[in-house]
């Protein structure tokens, strides 16, 4: 279990030559960004990062997360609990231009002054992550298909069952 908090800072070209590991926590509400998209968030998210050097001399951070956010559901707004995580392979460059040269199997994370800006690359791993749109399951959601489709009127109704042999005559009626 990870109990350690990961710095929002680390010299990655240090890790890297010694290709070392790290493992830690990182506040989702220091996520300003992730905020922004899918409202406050409370915990940790969960990171784990290993930096080396590979065959060819890129200094690269494999990486991967984990995270239990609460995403507004798309019909009712209301939160719902979800488990994100991710797998990444970061290649370090110190420019844009340098940014170019790199295989398609690696994303960029730009190092300045020998830093890197952790927080801000988790977070856009984590954004990255997220799922398209997500819903509640009928049951638990506050807005119901029918209010959807039909407006307030549907609220009274019953949802009428289809029995088995109706289904199966118009399966048979298809071409
Ligand atoms: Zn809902």
Known sequence: MLTSRLPHRVEPYRLAARSESLAGLMALEDFERLAEQVGRQAGDCRVWLGFGVDAQGRREIRGRLEAELQLPCRRCLEPLAQHVESEFLLGMVTSDALAAELPSTHEPVLVENEQLNLLAVVEDELILS???????????????????????????????????????????GKP
């Open 130 to 172: 997220l799922p398209q749109v997500v819903y509640h399951d009928e049951a638990q959601c506050g807005v119901s298909r029918d209010q959807l489709s039909s407006g307030e009127e549907a609220e009274s109704t019953e949802p009428t069952r289809v029995s088995p042999f109706e289904v199966l005559r118009r399966l048979k």
